[in-house]
T-cell receptor, first 112, second 112 residues
């Protein structure tokens, strides 16, 4: 059974804190993605990665960075969390050249 | 102009009727198109994909693609209360081998 696991379902952080969101997939997928989902805005792409150590900016990369040191793991980093980064964060993976995204359960981040 | 646009709804359809969901996209070179369903509190799941102009049927679902008009639609026949969800249109953009972007989603409600 395919699986994308996000490390934390719920997090509460304070403004200015550094936040790490971890995502692990067990399907040997080349591509991994981080989206954020806000009411009325759908899923907005933050960053994606098509190979180890390779990354591309999505549509809203400001305030975020990512790391992919191993094929199965893709981390999203908020260097200095701000209240406007309060959101649901969804990690997904897919095989190269396909579009079937497999999503994790999401990480709901609240920044106070 | 947003890259992928959907009417946010809510779209209310009586049980047993046909639900029609629409999506337009701006990247004329896009080749791959997807419909995801998202139940409240859950992650999105793929229900249909389409690559060629025309119709593609899978059970009660039909995806329609018109590349000249940059338009994708999803028809749900014999709508059931269990079809009540948010439907997200996704496009794999041509400018990147891996980038997949979403519309804001249409909330569908099937009334008994």
């Amino acid at each position: 059974d395919v699986k994308v696991t996000q490390s934390s379902r719920y997090l509460v952080k304070r403004t200015g804190e550094k936040v790490f969101l971890e995502c692990v997939q067990d399907m040997d997928h080349e591509n991994m993605f981080w989206y954020r989902q806000d009411p009325g805005l759908g899923l907005r792409l933050i960053y994606f990665s098509y190979d180890v150590k390779m990354k591309e900016k999505g549509d809203i990369p400001e305030g975020y960075s990512v790391s992919r040191e191993k094929k199965e793991r893709f981390s999203l980093i908020l260097e200095s969390a701000s209240t406007n980064q309060t959101s649901m964060y969804l990690c997904a993976s897919t095989q190269l050249n396909t579009g079937e995204l497999f999503f994790g359960e999401g990480s709901r981040l609240t920044v106070l | 102009q947003k890259e992928v646009e959907q009417n946010s709804g809510p779209l209310s359809v009586p049980e047993g009727a046909i639900a029609s969901l629409n999506c337009t996209y701006s990247d004329r070179g896009s080749q791959s198109f997807f419909w995801y369903r998202q139940y409240s509190g859950k992650s999105p799941e793929l229900i249909m994909f389409i690559y060629s102009n025309g119709d593609k049927e899978d059970g009660r679902f039909t995806a329609q693609l018109n590349k000249a008009s940059q338009y994708v639609s999803l028809l749900i026949r014999d709508s059931q209360p269990s079809d009540s969800a948010t439907y997200l249109c996704a496009v794999k953009v041509k400018s990147s081998a891996s980038k997949i972007i979403f519309g804001s989603g249409t909330r569908l409600s099937i009334r008994p």
